[in-house]
C-alpha cells in the first residue's frame, strides 16, 4: 500500500540517460537513485568505448560518466562524443577532482562536475537542472531569431534553475527548521556557493540570531563575519530588498556577496547571506535572481505553514472538547482517544509512513467518534446486549463523524479515515462494507488501534480484557477483522 503510495507521487520523467561507470556497485547507485527520482529510460556501460556505441546507436539527453575507467576513459568519451551527438549533456564524476581537469572537462563540453563519493540530493539536483524542461524551452528558444548556441544554453540552465527552485519549494513538507535548512542547502547548490546563513531578524533588539549557518568553520562566522557583515544586513533591512556587493578589499565580502530579506506580509522576518562562489568568481545577476526566487518561495511556504497551523490548531481545540463530550457519555474516560491516537501513531511509525500521514491519523484517532453525538443516550447508553435495530444506529456513527467534518475542509484527508473506521478486512464491515485495500490504509491502521483500547478498557457490556488476551484476539482476528500486516506492526510496537 505504502509503496503504491510512493510510485503515484514519483511523475515518470522518460529523459533517456546513459550511466557509465566500470564499477557496478557504483553505477547501481546512480541508476538506484535516478529510478527513486522518477527517471526510468536508463542505460549503462561500463566504458566509454561502450558509451560511444550506445550513444552512436541511440540519442542520450545526459550522459552521467567516471573518469577513470579501463579502455576508453571519461575525458576520451567527451571529447569522441561531440562527433557523434552534439546536444547530448554530460556529468562528469570523479573520485579526484582537481581544479584543472574540472575545467578542462567544461572546457570540452562537459556540462558539470561531481566529486566522488557524492551527495545524492546534490546528484539530482544536478541531473534535474540539466535535464527538466531543457527539451520544452529548447523549442520556445531556438523559434526566436538571433540567439546564438551558446545563449540558448544559457537560458535553458538559468530557466531550468528556476523551475527546480519553484519544484522544490511546491512539494516542500516539514516544519520551519526543515524548510530553513533547505533553504540554505539549495541556495549553496543553485548559485555554487560555499558559506551561506540565516539569520533571523529580532526588530526589537536591532539583532540578527544566527540560525543556520554553513560554513567551514562557525564560530569565525558568527564572531567575525557576522558583526563585519551586520551593516550590509541592516540596509537589507532598511531598503526590504536583495543586495549584490562586489568588494576586492573588503576581508568578508570579497570577491562578492548576497543577501536577500526574508519576508512575511511585508515584515522582515529573516535574511539569507550567501558568500564565496567555489570557483571564486563574482556573484552574476542570474545567481542574485535565483537567490530571491528561493527566499520569496520559502518565504511563502512559511507564511502558509503558519497561518495553516494557527487555524488548525483552533479548530482542532473546538473539535476536542465536543470529543470529550462524547465520551464521557460514552463511558470511556478522556483519555480513550488520547490512547487510540498515541497507539495509532506508533503502528503508523512501524509501518514507515509519512510524517503527514502520521499527523493526519493523530487527528482522525482524536476525532474518530465524534459522530456519536448523534446517538440517543438510551442507545448509546445501554448496559445489556444492543437489538440489531440498536446496533444498526449506533453504525451510524462513522457517516455522522464525517458530516459533521465535512464544513471543515481542512480535515479532508481525516474525514476519509472517519467514515471507514469500522470497515473489516473480510468485508463485513461498515458502512461500506470495504474489503481488504479498499478500505483506506490509515483507517485499517485506526481499526486495529481503536479494537485494542477498547478491548482493554471496561465497557458498559463487559469488563476489561488482559493485555495479552487483547492481543491473542488481534492475532485471531488477522485477515478477518483487521489487516495482519497492521496487526503484525501493533504487536511488534507492544
Ligand atoms: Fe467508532
Not at 80 to 107: F, G, N, Q, W, Y
Not at 182 to 209: P, T
Request: glycine share 4%; hydrophobic share 40%.
Amino acid at each position: 500500500m505504502m509503496q503504491n503510495l510512493q510510485v503515484e507521487e514519483i511523475p515518470r520523467l522518460n529523459k533517456r540517460i546513459l550511466v557509465v561507470d566500470d564499477y557496478p556497485p557504483t553505477r547501481q547507485l546512480i541508476i538506484d537513485a535516478l529510478n527513486q527520482a522518477g527517471y526510468y529510460a536508463i542505460s549503462e556501460a561500463e566504458n566509454g568505448q561502450e558509451a560511444l556505441d550506445k550513444c552512436a546507436e541511440n540519442h542520450f539527453e545526459l550522459v552521467i560518466s567516471d573518469v577513470m575507467m579501463p579502455g576508453m576513459g571519461g575525458m576520451e568519451l567527451l571529447n569522441r562524443l561531440r562527433e557523434v551527438s552534439s546536444d547530448t549533456s554530460i556529468i562528469i564524476i570523479t573520485a579526484h577532482p582537481a581544479v584543472e581537469l574540472a575545467v578542462s572537462a567544461m572546457k570540452r563540453g562537459a556540462v558539470d562536475f561531481l566529486k566522488k563519493p557524492f551527495n545524492i540530493d546534490d546528484f539530482l539536483l544536478k541531473v534535474h537542472i540539466h535535464l527538466d524542461e531543457n527539451a520544452r524551452y529548447k523549442k520556445e528558444i531556438k523559434a526566436q531569431s538571433g540567439i546564438n548556441e551558446i545563449q540558448i544554453k544559457d537560458k535553458i540552465r538559468e530557466l531550468s534553475v528556476h523551475g527546480y527552485i519553484y519544484d522544490s519549494f511546491e512539494s516542500i513538507e516539514g516544519d520551519n527548521e526543515y524548510i530553513f535548512n533547505k533553504l540554505v542547502d539549495l541556495s549553496l547548490n543553485v548559485v555554487d556557493g560555499e558559506e551561506c546563513a540565516l539569520l533571523l531578524f529580532d526588530e526589537e533588539e536591532g539583532l540578527f540570531r544566527p540560525k543556520v549557518i554553513k560554513s567551514h568553520d562557525r564560530k569565525i562566522y558568527e564572531s567575525r563575519t557576522i558583526p563585519a557583515l551586520k551593516q550590509i544586513f541592516q540596509e537589507v533591512v532598511t531598503k526590504r530588498r536583495a543586495l549584490m556587493i562586489h568588494s576586492s578589499e573588503h576581508q568578508e565580502i570579497a570577491p562578492s556577496l548576497i543577501c536577500a530579506p526574508l519576508m512575511i506580509r511585508n515584515n522582515i522576518f529573516g535574511i539569507l547571506c550567501i558568500r564565496k562562489k567555489i570557483n571564486r568568481e563574482s556573484f552574476t545577476s542570474k545567481d542574485l535572481s535565483y537567490i530571491i526566487n528561493l527566499t520569496k518561495r520559502a518565504s511563502l511556504n512559511i507564511e502558509n505553514q503558519m497561518l495553516y497551523e494557527s487555524i488548525y490548531s483552533n479548530v482542532l481545540d473546538t473539535f476536542r472538547s465536543l470529543v470529550a463530550s462524547v465520551q464521557v457519555r460514552d463511558h470511556y474516560t478522556e483519555e480513550h482517544c488520547l490512547r487510540v491516537r498515541d497507539l495509532s501513531a506508533k503502528i503508523a511509525e512501524e509501518m514507515q509512513c509519512s510524517d503527514k500521514e502520521i499527523e493526519s491519523l493523530k487527528i482522525a484517532a482524536i476525532l474518530h467518534d465524534v459522530g456519536k453525538i448523534a446517538i440517543p443516550d438510551h442507545i448509546l447508553l445501554k448496559p445489556g446486549r444492543l437489538t440489531a435495530e440498536e446496533f444498526a444506529v449506533i453504525r451510524t456513527h462513522s457517516e455522522a463523524g464525517e458530516k459533521i467534518l465535512r464544513p471543515i475542509l481542512l480535515f479532508d484527508q481525516e474525514r476519509r479515515i472517519i467514515l471507514h473506521h469500522h470497515e473489516r478486512w473480510d468485508g463485513k464491515g461498515y458502512p461500506a462494507g470495504l474489503k481488504g485495500e479498499e478500505s483506506p490504509f490509515l483507517s485499517r491502521i485506526l481499526m486495529v488501534a481503536d479494537s485494542f483500547d477498547a478491548m482493554t478498557n471496561t465497557r458498559p457490556y463487559r469488563p476489561a480484557m488482559n493485555l495479552d488476551y487483547a492481543c491473542e484476539e488481534l492475532r485471531k482476528n488477522r485477515d478477518l477483522q483487521f489487516d495482519g500486516r497492521v496487526v503484525d506492526a501493533f504487536l511488534k510496537q507492544i
